[in-house]
């Protein structure tokens, strides 16, 4: 009896210590990220004025600010693509669908204002054409994959260039401008300004009237695009954790056998989260346009490689089923930190390239790691 109680001890504390190790592996793969975005930021705080033999530094308000309205597209890309990877699905579309959001944006704007429109209606109604027109063709995606069975990665592949042809067919292949001088303001704009030495301080929402020194010391903190992508971000965080529409994503890319049978209307499912990836893409074409005063039909075309790297190495999983808006984000802030930190440091564009594909393969053989020995923990 004696030697039962022993030998039940034993098993009960080998048990606890694996379940120990199996928790401290699942948190090393959720943190590493954010240990090695912790460490870049050091690394440059501390490079980039010696490079630079003291003229600028990394960890300043302004050069900040600039990291943040960087990532802002990018995010935002990412933020849809987020959905859609955890239920199962890719959208080769997002990029595309910027550059078609920053046209329909351009135009709907430009006409709106020049019948008589003040500029708030005209661009209030910008955003609308631009969220009905992204949607409508996220929602032709969604169809074409739910209801036709017909892989994403074909569907959105050849909606990307269905939707750059209607992006050039619209601006006859050039920039779209003539836009009202006023624009400017609701994309460039912020909360606070920030003039640092002597006879500067803190101003709300209105740009203070200086010249010379004065503006050049200002710094804009939070600016109107970071702050309407924030607001976004807290959606999307609300309806993955705390929705039935997030569960039913994570339902749906866990086991698509298992939602059906448990009465998840998954094609309807389908659909919405490839329009929602679409209203993402258009909300940051039409940050774009207010950004640059002007609708370009190849300002998504780069972005689309990075928003899906900031998806993978905030630890989205490929495979569907598992991730997080958060990782996302930290994701889209890493990228944005290492490619600003190597351009402080005058890295040559080419080798910005190549350490991003490093730490995208990084990040997804640390996800195959992980479920490598959980599965081992789980067998012994």
Excluded: C
């Excluded at 440059?44 to 003229?55: A, D, M, Q």
């Amino acid at each position: 009896m004696a030697l039962g109680k022993q030998q039940a001890i034993e098993v009960g504390t080998t048990t606890s210590q694996r379940e120990r190790r199996k928790q401290l592996v699942l948190l090393l793969s959720r943190v590493w990220a954010w240990v090695f975005l912790g460490i870049l930021i050091v690394f440059f705080i501390v490079s980039v004025p010696i490079v630079s033999e003291g003229s600028v530094t990394f960890l300043t308000v302004r050069n900040s600010q600039n990291i943040l309205v960087a990532i802002t597209p990018v995010l935002l890309l990412g933020l849809g693509q987020t959905f859609v990877i955890i239920a199962g699905g890719i959208d080769l579309s997002v990029g595309w669908m910027m550059s078609l959001a920053s046209v329909i944006s351009a135009l709907v704007i430009r006409e709106t204002f020049n019948v008589g429109q003040p500029l708030l209606a005209a661009v209030i109604i910008g955003f609308v054409a631009t969220v009905v027109g992204t949607g409508f063709v996220g929602f032709l995606n969604g169809t074409i994959i739910a209801r036709l069975k017909v892989p994403a990665f074909i569907v959105t592949l050849g909606s990307s260039f269905i939707v750059r042809g209607v992006a050039f067919l619209l601006t006859d292949n050039t920039t779209v401008i003539g836009l009202p001088p006023g624009l400017r303001d609701y994309g460039n704009n912020a909360l606070i300004y920030l003039i640092r030495g002597e006879g500067g301080g803190v101003y709300f929402l209105n740009s203070p009237d200086v010249t010379g020194d004065l503006l050049r010391n200002m710094d804009r903190v939070l600016p109107y695009p970071v702050v309407l992508t924030v607001i976004v971000v807290a959606i999307a965080m609300f309806l993955l954790k705390k929705t039935q529409f997030g569960r039913h994503t994570y339902a749906i890319g866990g086991n698509l056998e298992a939602a059906l049978r448990a009465g998840i209307p998954v094609d309807r499912h389908i659909i919405s989260l490839y329009m929602l990836s679409a209203v993402t893409a258009g909300i940051a074409g039409f940050l774009s346009t207010l950004r640059f005063t002007a609708g370009s039909a190849v300002i998504g075309d780069p972005l689309l490689l990075s928003s899906i790297a900031a998806v993978i190495i905030g630890g989205v999983s490929l495979f569907g089923g598992a991730g997080s808006v958060m990782g996302t984000v930290i994701g889209a802030l890493l990228i944005a930190v290492l490619t600003t930190g190597l351009v402080m440091l005058n890295v040559l564009p080419f080798w910005q390239f190549i350490v991003v594909g490093v730490v995208v393969i990084l990040a997804v053989l640390i996800d195959q790691a992980r479920d490598l020995i959980i599965g081992r923990f789980e067998s012994e």
